[in-house]
Structure formats: structure tokens, C-alpha cells
């Protein structure tokens, strides 16, 4: 176990951040002693580390807590991705090095022009972007996850993955899809459970699932059901959106 002052020392971050990151339930301590000194394990000293290390690649803290409360292999692979563009600019460094001092001695060919060439990086960080899209929709379709018997025994998978997978379709076509649904649902909150815009809500949100799986009325009505169930955590992002989604199905599927 480390204390507050030990972590500060290893890691550079003040003592205010670290209570801060406790205040938002971002990183926890471990214990607490009787006079009050946080302190921390192993295990909250490697969430810290991812901490940092996303903060350094330019994440805000909410996208932070989205990817660190997905299962650990969701996180191991957008890892592996980060490690990829990492390696990319490491490449061009020793370029960008060598160039200098080829510079240095008065040499210069046009294929120097290379060292600025940030496509490969570029498109690394466009799929990485893409996965943090994904897990942003994620938790909108929990609700589906359970009342579909092909993700029971999975730990809290993407329905948008999933659906890649099985329809192949464009990934970025499929998450479009996937935000428009949602959209549309936060669009439909102004008018009301059983108006035209909620009506076209969820029709495209049916629409959407049986991209994954077939749906009929009564699996569809579960699905309106098993949000009342993730309202505490569907409430974060937009108070309200879990009973409306569940409302808005009852009224079209009584």
C-alpha cells in the first residue's frame, strides 16, 4: 500500500488532483485509515497509470472512466491500438533525428519530405477515435445485451460490435446508425412518450436490433422493460432517457 504523499512522488500528480479524481469516483483509494490518509493498492496504482497514460494522449476524464469501467480486454485492445501509434511516431522521431543531422552536414534529399508524411498516424488515431465512439453507445444498448440470450453470458459486450461482426457492414455506417438512434431518442424527450418523433425513435431503434438479432413484439417489449433497470446508469448521461425509451415502446407495444 502506498500513501498519498508516496504517489505523488512516483507519479508527479498533487495531492488535490488525486482527491479530486476520489471526489468523482474516478480513482478511489483502497483503504482509508482512522485519521483519514488515503491510501492505495497495486491495483488502484495500475488504474492511476491508465489514468495518466490517457490523459497524456489528449482524453477528457469522462472518456477516461468510459473506457476504465469496460472489461479489461476492452481496454487491452484499445492499448494495443494506442501502442500501434506510439511505435508510428517513434518511427518518424528517428526519422526526423536522422534527417537533422544529414541537415547538419549539409545533405539534403526530397525523401527527407517523408519525415512529415502523419497518414499512417492519422489513420491509426481515426480507428482508435471509432472505439471510443463505440463504447460511448454502449451503454445505451445494455437494455438489449440482457433480454437477448446471445449476449448472457458475455461481460457487458458492445451491441455495435457484436452487430459488426455478424452483418459485416461498415463500421463507421454502423455507428452512425447506432448514434442516430440515440438522437433521435434525445430529440423525441421534448414531445413526449407517444409522439411522432418518439413513434420514429423507436422504430429506427427496432430497426437497429434486428440488424443483430431477429425481434419480435414481445422480445421488443422486454427490451422496453430491461431499461427501467439501467435507469440509475443510463440517467448519467441524459436524465429521463430510461423511462422514456421504455414508455415510448409501451405506447407503440402495449
Given at each position: 500500500m502506498k500513501s498519498v504523499n508516496e504517489v505523488c512522488k512516483l507519479s508527479g500528480v498533487s495531492r488535490r488532483t488525486l482527491q479530486y479524481y476520489d471526489e468523482i469516483g474516478l480513482l478511489p483509494p483502497s483503504a482509508v485509515k482512522e485519521s483519514g490518509y488515503r491510501q492505495y493498492d497495486d491495483e488502484s496504482l495500475r488504474r492511476l497509470w491508465s489514468i495518466l497514460f490517457y490523459k497524456e494522449l489528449g482524453l477528457s476524464l469522462d472518456d477516461i472512466r468510459l473506457i476504465l469501467d469496460n472489461p479489461k480486454e476492452?481496454?487491452?485492445?484499445?492499448?494495443?491500438?494506442?501502442?500501434?501509434?506510439?511505435?508510428?511516431?517513434?518511427?518518424?522521431?528517428?526519422?526526423?533525428?536522422?534527417?537533422?543531422?544529414?541537415?547538419?552536414?549539409?545533405?539534403?534529399?526530397?525523401?527527407?519530405?517523408?519525415?512529415?508524411?502523419?497518414?499512417?498516424?492519422?489513420a491509426?488515431?481515426?480507428?482508435?477515435?471509432?472505439?471510443?465512439?463505440?463504447?460511448?453507445?454502449?451503454?445505451?444498448?445494455?437494455?438489449?445485451?440482457?433480454?437477448?440470450?446471445?449476449?448472457?453470458?458475455?461481460?457487458?459486450?458492445?451491441?455495435?460490435?457484436?452487430?459488426?461482426?455478424?452483418?459485416?457492414?461498415?463500421?463507421?455506417?454502423?455507428?452512425?446508425?447506432?448514434?442516430?438512434?440515440?438522437?433521435?431518442?434525445?430529440?423525441?424527450?421534448k414531445y413526449g412518450p407517444d409522439s411522432l418523433e418518439a413513434k420514429e425513435a423507436v422504430t429506427a431503434f427496432r430497426e437497429f436490433i434486428q440488424l443483430i438479432f431477429p425481434c419480435d413484439d414481445e422480445t421488443f417489449c422486454s427490451i422496453g422493460q430491461a431499461y427501467l433497470e439501467y435507469k440509475n446508469e443510463l440517467d448519467k448521461k441524459m436524465p429521463g432517457l430510461a423511462e422514456f425509451v421504455s414508455e415510448a415502446i409501451t405506447h407503440i407495444y402495449p
Open positions: 476492452i481496454e487491452k485492445e484499445l492499448l494495443r491500438q494506442h501502442k500501434q501509434v506510439l511505435l508510428e511516431k517513434q518511427s518518424q522521431i528517428k526519422k526526423m533525428i536522422h534527417s537533422i543531422d544529414r541537415i547538419l552536414n549539409d545533405e539534403f534529399d526530397i525523401s527527407m519530405l517523408r519525415d512529415f508524411d502523419k497518414n499512417r498516424i492519422n491509426l488515431k481515426k480507428t482508435y477515435a471509432n472505439e471510443i465512439r463505440l463504447l460511448n453507445e454502449s451503454s445505451f444498448f445494455l437494455p438489449v445485451m440482457k433480454s437477448n440470450i446471445m449476449f448472457s453470458k458475455m461481460n457487458k459486450p458492445s451491441v455495435v460490435e457484436k452487430a459488426y461482426k455478424m452483418t459485416h457492414m461498415d463500421f463507421h455506417k454502423l455507428i452512425t446508425l447506432a448514434e442516430d438512434v440515440i438522437q433521435k431518442f434525445y430529440k423525441a424527450m
